[in-house]
Nanobody, 114 residues
Framework: VQLQASGGGLVQPGGSLRLSCGASGIFFSINTVGWYRQAPGKQRELVASISSGGSTNYADSVKDRFTISRDNAKNTVYLQMNSLKPEDTAVYYC?????????WGQGTQVTVSS
């Protein structure tokens, strides 16, 4: 099982980015997938998740700004991030759990700065 996260970069406050998490070895459509982030000196936190049935959950800090979605045909989960703030700066990771084992993507850096 391999997850590949991409789409990070440098963006100004108020800007947008879309992160992608592609998978090989599993079908995302039957697994819950989460996006996490870790800022320097802070613990990794769950940002958003989407279940196999399409139910979504968001951290309070990103509600109404971030949207998680999936494209089963492409076996990819996306995180659309709008109205980005400097405090959103972090390394973003995707994760899924298969048969009780967690699998992480390699992380993609998001920097929000003017």
């Amino acid at each position: 099982v391999q997850l590949q996260a991409s789409g990070g970069g440098l963006v100004q406050p108020g800007g947008s980015l879309r992160l992608s998490c592609g998978a090989s070895g599993i079908f995302f459509s039957i697994n819950t997938v989460g996006w996490y982030r870790q800022a320097p000196g802070k613990q990794r936190e769950l940002v958003a998740s989407i279940s196999s049935g399409g139910s979504t959950n968001y951290a309070d800090s990103v509600k109404d700004r971030f949207t998680i979605s999936r494209d089963n045909a492409k076996n990819t989960v996306y995180l659309q991030m709008n109205s980005l703030k400097p405090e959103d700066t972090a390394v973003y990771y995707c994760k899924t759990i298969v048969a009780g084992t967690g699998y992480w993507g390699q992380g993609t850096q998001v920097t929000v700065s003017s």
